[in-house]
């Protein structure tokens, strides 16, 4: 069970710090040309993962307790609440599901762990954001690596032309050898060799109007990586107010149900 919470604690950590370090090498600014995107600040990040590690985490008996008093069915419940409050901290849907499987195991001997419960829904709340925000964060690494091999490609071509042309002719000394990356991504739509100068200059043309879709692509990847960012913190927020709402909401059932 010690290997569960670890593990846990190990997605979490390793979620943000890819974004830390996505930060403090990546080109997130460069957009493309004359334009400036704004990134999710470092600080930001920081701070969210300061916050998320202070936060206490289920303990090994917590999760024994949870594994010996629910079925493998209800622990899939437990996780779906989570993953819904992780989308939408006022899920009314994981409201619902919450009371009903509340009401199934009311009566459940050994009597529930509430607390465990509660911890057990917004540790894996956090899970499910975490992982989005990784995935937010590799997308941004995609874009940016394809913006770098497209430049250099850009810059490579630059160079050949000016080195290998002929005088009064379209022909190259030599021929241009495009990537085999870019092709290989689909930046490209072919990569047999350039020996023609007009033919090497529409393709320069080519990666600099993809240099363009990319940076545009990238743009949102930004976005979207800041709005995960917000919905993260908008989560920390608001934990104990979720925590106390689904706390309560089980031990008004369960004195119900017990009379």
């Known amino acids: 069970m010690n290997g569960q919470q670890s593990k846990k604690q190990v997605l979490i950590t390793a ?39 202070d936060h206490k985490t289920l303990t090994a008996t917590q999760i024994n307790r949870v594994n010996m008093a629910l079925t493998s ?9 989570g993953k819904l409050l992780a989308k939408d901290p006022n899920s009314r849907l994981a409201q619902k599901r919450w009371q009903s499987l509340i009401h ?19 540790q894996e709340s956090y899970l499910q954001a975490s992982s989005s925000l990784r995935s937010h964060a590799d997308k941004v690494k995609f874009f940016n690596e394809q913006k770098d091999r497209i430049r250099d490609e850009i810059n490579r071509a630059r160079a050949h032309t000016t080195g290998h042309s002929r005088r009064g002719g379209n022909s190259l000394s030599s021929a241009f ?9 689909r930046l490209i739509p072919a990569r047999r060799p350039i020996v023609e100068k007009s033919i090497l200059t529409t393709y320069i043309s080519g990666l600099e109007a993809k240099l363009v879709s990319t940076s545009n692509d990238g743009q949102l990847a930004n976005v979207e990586l800041q709005n995960a960012l917000q919905k993260q913190q908008q989560l920390l927020q608001t934990l104990s107010h979720i925590s106390k709402r689904l706390h309560d909401t089980a031990m008004a059932i ?3 149900i017990g009379g």
């Open 15 to 53: 979620c943000f710090g890819a974004v830390l370090y996505l930060y403090g090498v990546g080109d997130l600014a460069a957009a493309g040309r004359g334009s400036t995107a704004i990134p999710p600040s470092l600080q930001q990040a920081d701070r969210l993962q300061r916050q998320l590690s």
């Open 73 to 81: 069915d209800q622990q899939q419940e437990l996780n779906q609440i």
């Open 104 to 122: 199934s195991m009311a009566t459940a001997k050994p009597a529930l762990d509430v607390n465990a419960l509660v911890q057990w829904v917004m």
């Open 177 to 185: 050898a495009p990537d085999d990356r870019l092709y290989k991504n």
């Open 254 to 256: 369960i004195r119900k």
